[in-house]
């Protein structure tokens, strides 16, 4: 039977009056007073209803506090246990979460109510919906002007062990062969000797030498070879999702190749040829690989950024993926994502890979400036864009001013121009210029796309672009934040579907942290002379009064004062 509880409704008396006037202060000062009042009714309790029966069965959990305890678990960094405990004993999470009977029908959750509740959010992707639903309500809440955001990504380490290739081949055979042991005994006891080899008490005989690990490879690869053969043609086996493990590795590590007799040969593929998406572990088979950061997943984070600071800088946009993922393709799904939503930049500060021009060109049609720096080598101190163009983007003249003596327009739209090779040769700029020296002519070739590239190289260098794009590293603050203060970086869960709930809600929870560090941050005094001039004159008072008592002493290190000197004279009078 489901039960929820309408929190827009205020209570007649306040529940929690007998906690006194001190430490309530202490509440409203809290993330709970935030959570309260502006975010449990705006949790969508109302999309769990299709796994609850409306009539039937034992009431349910209040919905909005179990969505609640998933976000606060996962803000907090909680393990399960903590968070059960938390939700029972911690009065600031029975606050927030508007818990106001003492029963252990409303103040106790057991942790298979937990699992479950998380396991459908995760399932069903619940968390983008409590992502939005309490962005787009603290965007209200502070009026929040997204023109200006600033875009990149965070890795994500998830709960599995690091393998090295011998280990990922050992682990995954062995998993196999663990569930086909328990679904298929007659299948697994007529494998014979392969059963011993990866038995876990014979786990030192993969731990080989370096120079011995080419040839445990080989022989890795002909069991795995052997297992997938055998069971090729059995549809149950086959069906087994750790079979389709074996499979998948075994395709992404080798290749089977004829000899001279016609017999299939196993041949391991080099390691700069097995992707990065290939299987890093049996147990997390969603996790990629990135040769910068090494294994686990990504998080897209855009978020925006005031210059004034005055307003919170609130994360907009959140999208987990694999760590092989390239951050080339993330810009254009977070502005679109944004822009459903209301939220989309005017302009948008990234790093040098989410600036391709294809990316920069795409933004700009959906009226959006990106701001980043260019991939490439640099230019000569000399660049294409400082050649001088016409309305139609056609080279009239080079920096110097020489005249091209001739143009030719490609088939594909791009242009040469042609220079007098004798004017080229007595120009003293020559070494620093892009024009390319021929035996009889200098040349240079541009199109469309090398055009607009070098004219942002051009524009780096200015004061104006450096001042604007300074801003992109706050977003690195953000990434520290989501690691000291929510636990981001290294997850105790492992699997998309889990990953993405604890990053997602981590993220959200920031939003919500962030808020309240902005809104208490404004109801401080603001500390200025304004208003203590009393004060002010005290202590004038104080000094003054030292210096005529200290008088003779500063004669010996000043020498004499002159005959009309007053205190007065220097001491500063506030009105």
Same mark, same amino acid.
């Given at each position: 039977?489901?039960?929820?509880?309408?929190?827009?409704?205020?209570? *007649?008396?306040?529940?929690?009056?007998?906690?006194?006037?001190?430490?309530?202060?202490?509440?409203?000062?809290?993330?709970?007073?935030?959570?309260?009042?502006?975010?449990?009714?705006?949790?969508?309790?109302?999309?769990?209803?299709?796994?609850?029966?409306?009539?039937?069965?034992?009431?349910?959990?209040?919905?909005?506090? *179990?969505?609640?305890? %998933?976000?606060?678990?996962?803000?907090?960094?909680?393990?399960?246990?903590?968070?059960?405990?938390?939700?029972?004993?911690?009065?600031?999470?029975?606050?927030?979460?508007?818990?106001?009977?003492?029963?252990?029908?409303?103040?106790?959750?057991?942790?298979?109510?937990?699992?479950?509740?998380?396991?459908?959010?995760?399932?069903?992707?619940?968390?983008?919906?409590?992502?939005?639903?309490?962005?787009?309500?603290? *965007?209200?809440?502070?009026?929040?002007?997204?023109?200006?955001?600033?875009?990149?990504?965070?890795?994500?380490?998830?709960?599995?062990?690091?393998? +090295?290739?011998?280990?990922?081949?050992?682990? @995954?055979?062995?998993?196999?062969?663990?569930?086909?042991?328990?679904?298929?005994?007659?299948?697994?006891?007529?494998?014979?000797?392969?059963?011993? $080899?990866?038995?876990?008490?014979?786990?030192?005989?993969?731990?080989?030498?370096?120079?011995?690990?080419?040839?445990?490879?080989?022989?890795?690869?002909?069991?795995?070879?052997?297992? %997938? @053969?055998?069971?090729?043609?059995?549809?149950?086996?086959?069906?087994?999702?750790?079979?389709?493990?074996?499979?998948?590795?075994?395709?992404?590590?080798?290749?089977?190749?004829?000899?001279?007799?016609?017999?299939?040969? %196993?041949?391991?593929?080099?390691?700069?040829?097995?992707?990065?998406?290939?299987?890093?572990?049996?147990?997390?088979?969603?996790?990629?690989?990135?040769?910068?950061?090494?294994?686990?997943?990504?998080?897209?984070?855009?978020?925006?950024?005031?210059?004034?600071?005055?307003?919170?800088?609130?994360?907009?946009?959140?999208?987990?993926?694999?760590?092989?993922?390239?951050?080339?393709?993330?810009?254009?799904?977070?502005?679109?994502?944004?822009?459903?939503?209301?939220?989309?930049?005017?302009?948008?500060?990234?790093?040098?890979?989410?600036?391709?021009?294809?990316?920069?060109?795409?933004?700009?049609?959906?009226?959006?400036?990106?701001?980043?720096?260019?991939?490439?080598?640099?230019?000569?101190?000399?660049?294409?864009?400082?050649?001088?163009?016409?309305?139609?983007?056609?080279?009239?003249?080079?920096?110097?001013?020489?005249?091209?003596?001739?143009?030719?327009?490609?088939?594909?739209?791009?242009?040469?121009?042609?220079?007098?090779?004798?004017?080229?040769?007595?120009?003293?700029?020559?070494?620093?210029?892009?024009?390319?020296?021929?035996?009889?002519?200098?040349?240079?070739?541009?199109?469309?796309?090398?055009?607009?590239?070098?004219?942002?190289?051009?524009?780096?260098?200015?004061?104006?672009?450096?001042?604007?794009?300074?801003? $992109?590293? +706050?977003?690195?603050?953000? *990434?520290?934040?989501?690691?000291?203060?929510?636990?981001?970086?290294?997850? $105790?869960?492992?699997?998309?579907?889990?990953?993405?709930?604890?990053?997602?809600?981590?993220?959200?929870?920031?939003?919500?942290?962030?808020?309240?560090?902005?809104?208490? $941050?404004?109801?401080?005094?603001?500390?200025?002379?304004?208003?203590?001039?009393?004060?002010?004159?005290?202590?004038?008072?104080?000094?003054?009064?030292?210096?005529?008592?200290?008088?003779?002493?500063?004669?010996?290190?000043?020498?004499?004062?002159?005959?009309?000197?007053?205190?007065?004279?220097?001491?500063?009078? %506030?009105?």
């Amino acid at each position: 039977m489901i039960y929820v509880k309408d929190h827009k409704q205020r209570d *007649m008396f306040n529940p929690f009056a007998h906690l006194g006037t001190k430490r309530l202060a202490l509440l409203e000062t809290s993330w709970a007073h935030l959570f309260r009042e502006k975010i449990l009714h705006n949790l969508p309790a109302e999309k769990l209803f299709q796994f609850y029966d409306e009539f039937k069965g034992r009431k349910t959990k209040e919905l909005y506090a *179990m969505l609640g305890l %998933v976000l606060i678990q996962q803000m907090e960094d909680c393990t399960d246990t903590d968070a059960i405990d938390n939700f029972a004993l911690n009065l600031k999470w029975q606050y927030a979460l508007n818990i106001t009977d003492a029963s252990d029908v409303a103040s106790y959750v057991s942790p298979r109510t937990l699992w479950k509740v998380r396991d459908i959010v995760a399932k069903h992707g619940l968390q983008d919906v409590l992502f939005e639903n309490i962005t787009d309500a603290l *965007m209200k809440m502070f009026t929040l002007d997204p023109s200006k955001q600033r875009l990149d990504s965070i890795h994500i380490f998830s709960n599995m062990a690091h393998l +090295g290739r011998i280990r990922i081949f050992v682990r @995954t055979i062995r998993t196999f062969l663990t569930n086909l042991k328990r679904q298929h005994a007659k299948e697994y006891q007529a494998l014979g000797d392969i059963i011993l $080899r990866y038995d876990k008490k014979s786990d030192g005989a993969f731990a080989v030498k370096p120079t011995e690990s080419a040839k445990k490879l080989v022989e890795l690869g002909d069991d795995c070879f052997y297992l %997938v @053969t055998r069971f090729k043609e059995h549809s149950v086996v086959g069906d087994m999702a750790s079979y389709k493990q074996l499979v998948r590795m075994f395709t992404e590590q080798c290749i089977v190749e004829k000899d001279t007799n016609n017999a299939s040969k %196993v041949v391991l593929k080099a390691s700069k040829d097995v992707s990065s998406g290939s299987l890093q572990n049996p147990s997390d088979p969603d996790a990629g690989y990135c040769g910068h950061k090494g294994k686990g997943y990504q998080m897209q984070v855009m978020e925006t950024y005031s210059e004034d600071k005055s307003q919170p800088n609130l994360i907009t946009h959140v999208k987990v993926e694999a760590a092989n993922e390239s951050d080339a393709y993330a810009l254009l799904p977070a502005l679109e994502d944004a822009g459903k939503r209301g939220l989309a930049p005017t302009e948008l500060l990234a790093d040098t890979l989410y600036g391709s021009d294809d990316n920069v060109e795409k933004a700009k049609e959906l009226k959006i400036t990106v701001i980043a720096p260019v991939m490439g080598a640099k230019e000569n101190t000399i660049g294409l864009a400082d050649f001088t163009f016409d309305e139609d983007d056609k080279i009239i003249a080079c920096p110097e001013q020489q005249l091209p003596t001739k143009t030719k327009i490609g088939e594909n739209g791009g242009a040469t121009v042609y220079f007098d090779k004798a004017v080229c040769d007595r120009c003293h700029r020559q070494s620093e210029c892009a024009v390319k020296r021929e035996k009889k002519s200098c040349t240079i070739s541009y199109d469309a796309k090398s055009l607009r590239l070098s004219r942002r190289r051009k524009q780096e260098k200015e004061v104006a672009f450096k001042e604007k794009y300074r801003y $992109r590293s +706050g977003i690195e603050g953000t *990434m520290s934040d989501l690691d000291r203060m929510t636990g981001l970086k290294h997850l $105790r869960v492992r699997g998309m579907p889990q990953v993405r709930l604890a990053s997602v809600l981590k993220a959200t929870g920031l939003n919500i942290l962030r808020s309240v560090a902005f809104k208490n $941050r404004l109801k401080r005094p603001k500390k200025t002379i304004q208003g203590s001039n009393s004060s002010l004159n005290d202590l004038f008072g104080v000094v003054k009064e030292h210096i005529l008592q200290n008088m003779k002493y500063f004669k010996k290190i000043f020498g004499n004062f002159p005959d009309d000197f007053q205190t007065d004279d220097f001491m500063p009078q %506030v009105a």
